[in-house]
């Protein structure tokens, strides 16, 4: 059975750090593009980033540049957030995701996990 796991998420200050994983199974990474897109209520979907395993292009929101970045451990079948410097403004439920293409990572992913709360608060 296909599934993707995340952890990592919690409570942390703003500028503080926090690293999110996602551990698939039942199928590989490496046959996707695959990253992350975050919901907060009320708003609308955001692709966070996004990672072409085939050649490692990668992708980031312009709301997180230069602050978060992907990685991926094939051996592990793993996928990971780092996030940096983190705001207010990052809170939001995080949930990784596998789809044709990053384009449609946000709207059409073939396969995406339970979701991990990140809360940047003081």
């Known amino acids: 059975q296909e599934q993707l796991v995340e952890s990592g998420g919690g409570l942390v200050k703003p500028g503080g750090s926090l690293r999110l994983s996602c551990a698939a199974s039942?199928?590989?990474?490496?046959?996707?593009?695959i990253g992350w897109f975050r919901e907060v209520p009320g708003k609308q979907r955001e692709t966070v980033s996004c990672?072409?395993?085939?050649?490692?292009?990668?992708y980031y929101g312009d709301a997180v540049k230069g602050r978060f970045t992907i990685s991926e451990d094939s051996a592990k079948n793993t996928l990971y957030l780092q996030m940096n410097s983190l705001k207010p403004e990052d809170t939001a439920v995080y949930y990784c995701?596998?789809?044709?293409?990053?384009?449609?990572?946000?709207?059409?992913?073939?396969?995406w996990g339970q979701g991990t709360q990140v809360t940047v608060s003081s």
């Open positions: 995701a596998a789809a044709l293409s990053c384009p449609l990572l946000r709207s059409e992913p073939d396969y």
């Open positions: 039942g199928f590989s990474l490496r046959d996707y593009s």
């Open positions: 990672i072409h395993l085939s050649d490692r292009t990668t």
